[in-house]
């Protein structure tokens, strides 16, 4: 059974330093991993895909890595700005027609 | 592209009476929806996925007589909870997947805030 485990639960940091989220998977043999963005009461912002065949995909500030044979992958976030306080949340896929397991998510919090 | 929307965007119900939720996907033919269901401060569960024109596949907890969902266009499932109760109080986010171009990933709707009083 897959599951999925981002650390830490909760971060805050002042704002404009660089900061990486964790998450890791039990179960190597995944389709991709996808990172989202979760703003309170709000529903899901999709941030990242990375299938299984690749190891990294960028946008603007963030990059998140996938090390399939570790069962990890990390968000980093540079430069991070007050409007990035949010909850990220890391969700891995077994195959195209599996289900997406997700973690409970990293709330972090910047600093103005 | 690859827009989902939900509606209503929250619902307050009494105990007892159903309440019907709709996603749509905007701009692209959903073969497949997805219903997730997310309690406060966990993270998100799927409760059942849906083909269009074919009965929903649950997960396994999930009551599918209580969690009634149709798929019945390539463009709108709807999520019925029936005889609510204030447990069923919750955050329902639904996801869109298509053909083609479309299908490597699910589509978010922005959820459906229920509370059963």
């Known amino acids: 059974k897959q599951e999925v485990t981002q650390i830490p639960a909760a971060l805050s940091v002042p704002e404009g330093e660089n900061l990486v989220l964790n998450c890791s998977f039990t179960d190597s043999a995944i389709y991709n991993l996808q990172w989202f963005r979760q703003d309170p009461g709000k529903g899901l912002t999709s941030l990242l895909l990375?299938?299984?065949?690749?190891r990294e995909q960028t946008s603007g500030r963030l990059n998140a890595s996938l090390d399939k044979s570790s069962g990890r992958s990390t968000l980093y976030i540079a430069a991070s700005q007050p409007g990035d306080s949010a909850t990220y949340l890391c969700?891995?896929?077994?195959?195209?027609?599996?289900?997406?397991?997700f973690g409970k998510g990293t709330r972090l919090h910047i600093l103005p | 592209g690859a827009v989902v929307s939900q509606h209503p965007s929250w619902v307050i119900c009494k105990s007892g009476t159903s309440v019907k939720i709709e996603c749509r996907s905007l701009?692209?033919?959903?073969?497949?929806m997805f219903w997730y269901r997310q309690f406060p401060k966990q993270s998100l569960m799927l409760m059942a996925t849906?083909?269009?024109?074919?009965?929903?596949?649950?997960e396994q907890g999930v009551e599918k007589d209580k969690f009634l969902i149709n798929h019945a266009s390539l463009t709108l499932s709807t999520l019925t909870v029936t005889s609510a109760h204030p447990e069923d109080s919750s955050f329902y986010i639904c996801?869109?997947?298509?053909?083609?171009?479309?299908?490597?990933?699910?589509?978010f709707g922005p959820g459906t805030r229920l509370t059963v009083t």
């Open positions: 701009d692209f033919q959903a073969t497949t």
């Open positions: 990375i299938q299984s065949s690749q």
């Open positions: 996801s869109a997947r298509g053909a083609g171009a479309y299908y490597y990933e699910q589509y």
């Open positions: 849906s083909n269009e024109g074919s009965k929903a596949t649950y």
């Open positions: 969700a891995v896929g077994r195959n195209r027609d599996d289900k997406i397991i």
